[in-house]
């Protein structure tokens, strides 16, 4: 089978989705070799049944503002694939959401899923709708609207929503409350919730965490350690936060942190608690950090992060965020490895030349899929009626992302030794979804 023609039909029939396109391709490169060994994959045309989504639906979403004008907003929810479980993955809401972005990344999590271990299939959901600069009650309304409809298409069994950008416990709980209302059921749909009221100890840190610990491994298997490494990280948001809490904890100084105006470089090591207060409590801009920190530089080009001389580099802001010539810059440095934290944080011609150089570089699916992870555990735990403790959970994190490390090393390498990240964790997701989807028939 050639994998040409199999994107040339994708183009046509998906035009115009950008970002979709771009996942489907990296995926497609990776597995073409594993498809065509085994004929049965092509004989029951898996991979035109691969790159279809399940169910696709788009909603209005009408709510009033503090001024009293009504808006319109886009809903999306994508349902990609339930061969191994229920559809899962996160709801997104910022201004540039659109169909190709949520397919994108609901593809993504079909694979990363898979990696995690889990019994869950992948999804994703959201609205071009852009919570920062709105009040709490303006938040509040918008989650109510997108409920009225969303309810209708989700469940415990079915469809279970987490976190994304611009979608955390704040609007975990407002969707939660709504959704509990409509139904007259408290039962774990969602994700993310407040540890006191079903949530999952760890799941806030999980993916920082997570990514954390997959780069411990990886240095561990370099007989090495995150201790005393520089580390360049952009974003601000959940991701970034809680890798930049993890790698403190394990001796790694961060040097940068950004959000969409600017970012901050201190050589000396980030405060991490202050910036949590000004992004997480205030919901302020990265610039406030000076106020505390003067001395600290800070530029007006979010993208000024990958400059600096860093031995890490974690892209945790957003997709295609990572150019060439950012990554070309990171190894010129001496920069060891690159882990996303993001989804598809590395534009396709970062990623080639990452592999080309043989350069340490772990993709998304295999090292943020932490957070979905734990969102898994927050599913088994209420399903159980039960809660574990937050050891328990970190255990269990460690574990998981270990374990897709090794998955990768596995799949991924080559026979000079160099380990192609990419390729393992996409030929290991594939085959699991491959094979689930083999034996449950025509699907
Ligand atoms: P948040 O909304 O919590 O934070 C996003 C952060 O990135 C904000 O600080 C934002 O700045 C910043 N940002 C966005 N775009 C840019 C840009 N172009 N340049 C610089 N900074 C930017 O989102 P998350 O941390 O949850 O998500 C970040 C990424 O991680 C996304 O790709 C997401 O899909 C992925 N991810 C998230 C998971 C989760 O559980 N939350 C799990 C796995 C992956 P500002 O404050 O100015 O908006
Ligand atoms: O990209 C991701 O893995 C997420 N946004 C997490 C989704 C989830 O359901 O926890």
């Not at 809490?245 to 608690?273: M, P, W």
């Not at 957003?318 to 590395?346: D, F, R, S, W, Y």
């Amino acid at each position: 089978m050639d994998f040409k023609e199999v994107i040339i039909k994708l183009e046509k029939k998906n035009p115009g989705e950008k970002e979709f396109l771009q996942a489907a391709r990296e995926v497609l490169e990776s597995i073409q070799d594993i498809y065509n060994q085994n004929p049965q994959f092509d004989a029951l045309s898996l991979i035109d049944r691969l790159l279809e989504p399940e169910r696709i639906i788009i909603f209005k979403v009408p709510w009033q503002d503090d001024s009293g004008k009504i808006n319109v907003n886009r809903g999306y929810h994508v349902e990609y694939n339930a061969a191994l479980g229920p559809y899962k993955g996160g709801l997104r809401f910022h201004p540039n959401v659109n169909l190709s972005i949520l397919k994108f990344l609901a593809f993504e999590q079909t694979f990363k899923n898979a990696l995690t271990g889990l019994p869950i299939g992948g999804g994703e959901g959201g609205a071009d709708f852009e919570p920062k600069g709105k009040s709490n009650h303006e938040v509040l309304r918008f989650c109510q609207s997108f409920m009225d409809e969303l309810y209708r298409h989700i469940g415990p069994e079915t469809d279970i929503p987490g976190c994304d950008m611009g979608v955390g416990s704040r609007e975990i709980g407002y969707l939660f409350g709504h959704y509990r209302r409509l139904v007259n059921r408290f039962e774990g749909v969602f994700t993310g919730k407040g540890t006191n009221w079903g949530g999952s100890w760890i799941r806030k840190e999980a993916t920082g965490y997570g990514l954390a610990y997959i780069v411990r491994k990886f240095f561990e298997d370099h007989n090495d350690s995150i201790k005393g490494k520089k580390v360049l990280i952009s974003g601000a948001g959940n991701v970034a936060l809680y890798a930049a809490e993890k790698i403190f904890h394990l001796g790694g100084r961060v040097i940068t942190l950004s959000d969409t105006n600017g970012c901050i470089f201190d050589q000396n090591g980030i405060d991490i608690s202050f910036v949590k207060e000004i992004k997480e409590m205030n919901r302020g801009r990265i610039k406030e950090y000076l106020n505390n920190y003067p001395k600290t530089k800070y530029s007006e080009n979010p993208g000024d992060v990958w400059k600096f001389r860093g031995d890490i580099a974690l892209p945790c802001a957003t997709e295609n965020e990572l150019n060439l010539e950012a990554v070309q810059h990171l190894l010129k440095n001496g920069c060891q490895i690159i882990a996303e934290g993001a989804n598809m944080p590395a534009t396709p011609e970062a990623t080639e030349y990452l592999l080309q150089q043989k350069a340490g570089f772990i993709p998304a699916k295999a090292a943020n899929a932490g957070g979905v992870a734990v969102s898994g555990l927050e599913m088994i735990q209420n399903s159980m009626k039960m809660i574990w403790s937050r050891e328990d959970i970190d255990a269990r994190l460690h574990r998981i992302m270990v374990n897709i490390h090794d998955t990768c090393v596995k799949y991924g390498k080559e026979k000079d030794g160099y380990v192609n990240y990419v390729k393992g964790a996409n030929v290991a997701a594939f085959l699991k979804v491959a094979q689930a989807m083999i034996d449950q028939g025509i699907m």
